[in-house]
């Protein structure tokens, strides 16, 4: 009987210890990332953006030219990085155009719209709409999403990037960061430009 009784503890102990391990393991695990939306509902990204005050990270990007660049090419310029999912949807046109715009009242700045679309296409939609102002930037070949903490790592979407803008001044000091909450949703483009006043 006593044998029965000491076995019983001793199988009521373990499964103590292995739901205590579980319960510990689980409050570990911390979220990195961030959230925003697609139509209302929550879509994961995958890290958070670079701090403000802070140095751009190292980056590489891809031209429509099919030549990368990366921090040393926009060394002593103001940068703007207009990111989207796709230069293919009606949200990311009208903030390539309506950069475009504001990119002709800047003077030593470059806005970069960025997205993991081929070159090609960015090349083509500009070059169709007329758009000389800004320049294009594909992540195709390179980790600037991760970098950049700008993965949309759930929902539909995932694979390409959020919508999110990123501003730098000539030292490549951050100025401003937006990760526009609704991807369907333009950025705030008075907050990015009141930056670098």
Not at 178 to 194: G, K, R, T
């Given at each position: 009987?006593?044998?029965?009784?000491?076995?019983?503890?001793?199988?009521?102990?373990?499964?103590?210890?292995?739901?205590?391990?579980?319960?510990?393991?689980?409050?570990?695990v911390?979220?990195?990332?961030?959230?925003?939306?697609?139509?209302?509902?929550?879509?994961?990204?995958?890290?958070?953006?670079?701090?403000?005050?802070?140095?751009?990270?190292?980056?590489?990007?891809?031209?429509?030219?099919?030549?990368?660049?990366?921090?040393?090419?926009?060394?002593?310029?103001?940068?703007?990085?207009?990111?989207?999912?796709?230069?293919?949807?009606?949200?990311?046109?009208?903030?390539?155009?309506?950069?475009?715009?504001?990119?002709?009242?800047?003077?030593n700045?470059?806005?970069?719209?960025?997205?993991?679309?081929?070159?090609?296409?960015?090349?083509?939609?500009?070059?169709?709409?007329g758009?000389?102002?800004?320049?294009?930037?594909?992540?195709?070949?390179?980790?600037?999403?991760?970098?950049?903490?700008?993965?949309?790592?759930?929902?539909?979407?995932?694979?390409?990037?959020a919508?999110?803008?990123?501003?730098?001044?000539?030292?490549?000091?951050?100025?401003?960061?937006?990760?526009?909450?609704?991807?369907?949703?333009?950025?705030?483009?008075?907050?990015?430009?009141?930056?670098?006043?």
């Amino acid at each position: 009987m006593a044998t029965k009784k000491k076995t019983a503890k001793k199988i009521a102990k373990k499964t103590v210890k292995k739901t205590t391990k579980k319960k510990s393991s689980k409050k570990t695990v911390k979220k990195t990332g961030s959230t925003v939306t697609l139509g209302g509902n929550p879509v994961s990204v995958s890290g958070k953006l670079p701090a403000k005050g802070k140095s751009l990270p190292k980056f590489s990007l891809t031209t429509s030219a099919l030549q990368d660049i990366t921090n040393k090419d926009i060394a002593g310029k103001r940068v703007i990085f207009n990111i989207f999912p796709s230069i293919d949807t009606p949200t990311c046109a009208s903030s390539t155009r309506k950069f475009n715009e504001i990119a002709s009242s800047l003077s030593n700045t470059e806005i970069y719209c960025v997205s993991a679309d081929l070159p090609f296409a960015q090349g083509r939609f500009c070059a169709a709409e007329g758009l000389a102002n800004v320049k294009t930037a594909s992540s195709f070949r390179s980790n600037f999403g991760a970098t950049f903490g700008v993965n949309l790592t759930s929902s539909v979407l995932k694979g390409v990037m959020a919508r999110a803008v990123i501003v730098a001044d000539e030292k490549g000091k951050i100025l401003h960061t937006e990760l526009v909450s609704e991807i369907a949703n333009e950025p705030n483009y008075d907050a990015a430009i009141d930056s670098l006043r």
